[in-house]
């Protein structure tokens, strides 16, 4: 299948003119993630909706180029973990996040209305994302998490901690089957993976810092939603010491959308037309 793949990709600039095609489509289903506060790829609870825009071009049945537009919601907590610790920590996060990609995608069968109806592709590319984690207090009042510097992101005691960026890159990757549907519709699912540069999606990466800072210098509501054990019915630990493990700095965190895709398949823009005139009947003319 790699040779196949790399023999249509060293052929693309012989292909002719009149094998590309276009399709511009909507795109809708469901979102998650993985990170610290979420240790399951696909958990039992936590997903939320995703939906977007999408265009393709298709330089040749089997390769093209995609683009699309993404807006989703992002949910984790540790009250969904099997582990007594991480539930004793007691963080959650939320963040809604808009994303613009592009790459490759190669459908593995040649599709056109002509040739094969289905085909299962593969894409890959890359991402650039907008997020802003944030939690749900006490009060239920939204509090957005990356201004109290949990970690002690931005303060002179840590100068290794920057504070991280609200925009990010992804390299995205995935699968999925399509159907041809007549001569304009084309109908695919797919699930795609985006692996960030981030290790904040959400608002967790590296080790506990000194509580009597964190509250000098961002004050009581940062510490307490830094280790929110405090919330539970039963807790009897205090606040962590200094450089004690809040998660883990060496993987950085995911999420990925799943859904079906609707698109109007264009050839070259010019095969309604065709197409419409194959569906009026002909009158016939006597004398």
Known sequence: MLRRILFILLLLPLVSLGQQHHEMGIFGGTSSYYGDLQHKLFPKEGYRAAGGL???????????????????????????????????????????????????EVNLLPVDFDEFKFSPYLFGGLAVFYYNPYTIG????????????????????????????????????????????GKTVMISTEIGFRYTATDYLDDVSKTYVNMDTLFRYKGKQSVDLSYRTNELPKWDKNYPNDQFVRGDNMKKDWYWFAGVNVAIYFDAFGNLLPYKATRCPRRVFSR
């Not at 390769?63 to 959650?92: C, E, H, K, M």
């Not at 201004?147 to 840590?158: A, D, R």
């Open 54 to 104: 999408t265009y393709k071009y298709f330089m040749h049945p089997n390769v093209g180029l995609r683009f699309g537009a993404t807006y989703a919601s992002l949910y984790g907590a540790d009250s969904t973990s099997d582990s007594p610790v991480i539930r004793n920590r007691n963080l959650n996060f939320q963040t809604n996040l808009f994303e613009v990609s592009g790459g490759f």
């Open 138 to 181: 006490q009060n239920d009042e939204k509090i957005y998490l990356r201004p109290l510097s949990t970690e002690g992101q931005g303060l002179k005691q840590y100068p290794s901690r920057k504070v991280y960026s609200l925009v990010n890159v992804g390299l995205p990757i995935g699968a999925g089957l399509k159907v041809f549907v």
